[in-house]
């Protein structure tokens, strides 16, 4: 047994030296003939684990995020095939078949047409263009796709104790759905040339994702997550949609982990006469949770100790709130990119240097106004941070005035 601990722990290290000469800036093939010397095959979770260990010895996320595409290029044909319990990326609606099923349309849409039209589009055919302007147009949902790793899959992975692959992945992901803007940007007004070179290093990008996902991404969260995880996930797919695939039927697992699952879902404990009771008020517990989810806005709260405890269920929410951020570090709800604005604001909030912090952008049709408030108790003390998200472009739009009585 220790023979077989000492091996993994020398494979742990090699991986982190040779992603670390890349770092370093060697090329390619030095590293890939290094790591064919060094192994015969290599498990997703071991990659996983190297790149933890790296940004646990302090190197950026951002850093690693970098690496990633030659990491994939270096480990591309190398990673050796993980048991896949039940075969669950062959049971309709489990969410693994749904990823590839996804992964399949995506290739299909660039496969039909994007691809056979890139020539077409050098050349300077307008028509080209159209069409390939049309498939960006749809290639936009990607962002559904991206969305439920990001909401879903990842939380799950970060309460097993994997959490540096999620931030790594999420920050490519964002890299991705800029590149398929820039491109589509690019086909709508910029030279044929500029197009064509956006066009293929975006397609390149999501090629190589798609691989990252079904030999690295879903061995290792088949391997950590539980059946009652899969399942909450099942449950929650539908609040963010799917990409490019319509017929998804709802999945469950057996039913006593339906049972586990739908425990860890239940309401609160009400008191013995049904209220609650409140400083201002009586308020029984239905009527709070339709009171909150009625409001015209969005709220979502995070104590202080940085856990999202609560956000509101309203019919048209503005982002997406799957049930399976409850739990979550607040830093790990957002892009690598932006997280560290949040984490300031939020020790503006405990310092007492701030009670508040404004945002507003525009998001299509909608003008969306992002407000954080810092919750304090009646001494002054932290409690947490309220998020309250609106669509204010209609209130924008009032003009004269609407009394009580007209």
């Known amino acids: 047994m220790s023979e077989l601990i000492n091996n993994r722990e020398r494979r742990a290290q090699v991986l982190k030296e040779l992603i670390l000469e890349l770092h370093e800036g060697k090329t390619v093939d030095e590293v890939r003939e290094k790591f064919a010397a060094e192994f015969e095959g290599v498990a997703a979770t071991e990659i996983s684990a190297a790149e933890q260990a790296l940004i646990a010895d302090g190197m950026p ?11 994939a290029a270096v480990f591309k044909g190398s990673v050796e ?17 749904t990823l590839i099923r996804e992964n399949r349309a995506i290739e299909r849409l660039i496969d039909t047409q994007i691809k056979p039209n890139e020539a077409k589009l050098a050349d300077g055919d307008l028509q080209a263009r159209q069409d390939m302007l049309q498939a960006f147009d749809r290639l936009l949902e990607i962002d559904k796709h991206y969305s439920k790793k990001e909401n879903l899959w990842f939380p799950y992975l970060e309460k097993n ?65 539980k059946q009652a995880e899969w399942g909450a996930i099942a449950n929650a797919v539908s609040e963010i949609g799917f990409c490019l695939i319509k017929g998804v039927p709802a999945w469950q697992p057996d039913l006593s982990v339906i049972e586990e699952a739908a425990q860890t879902e239940a309401l609160p404990a009400i008191p013995a006469d049904g209220n609650l009771y409140l400083p201002s008020g009586v308020l029984k517990l239905q009527e709070m949770i339709g009171m909150l989810n009625t409001l015209p806005f969005d709220i979502t709260f995070v104590d202080k100790d940085d856990t999202v405890k609560y956000f509101s269920e309203g019919k048209d929410r503005i982002f997406a709130r799957p049930r399976t951020i409850i739990g979550r570090k607040v830093s790990n709800c957002h892009p690598p990119a932006s997280v560290h604005i949040v984490e300031k604001i939020v020790d503006d909030f405990k310092s007492g240097r701030k009670d508040h912090e404004d945002f507003w952008i525009k998001m299509g049709p909608r003008y969306v106004f992002i407000r954080y408030f810092a919750v304090r108790g009646e001494t002054g003390e932290y409690l947490g941070t309220i998020e309250v998200t609106q669509d204010i472009g209609p209130i924008q739009a009032i003009e004269g005035e609407k009394r009580l009585m007209s």
């Open 61 to 71: 996320v951002s850093e690693i995020q970098r690496l990633c595409d030659v990491h």
């Open 81 to 97: 095939e993980i048991h896949k319990p039940s075969a669950p990326e062959e049971i309709a609606g489990h969410p693994v078949n």
């Open 161 to 225: 104790g994997i959490t540096a692959p999620p931030k790594v992945m999420w920050g490519v992901d964002d890299e991705i759905r800029q590149m398929i803007k820039d491109a589509r940007a690019a086909l709508a007004e910029g030279p044929a040339g500029e197009a064509a070179v956006k066009v293929a290093d975006a397609l390149e990008k999501v090629t190589e994702m798609i691989f990252k996902e079904e030999n690295i991404l879903v061995p290792m969260a088949l391997d950590a997550l």
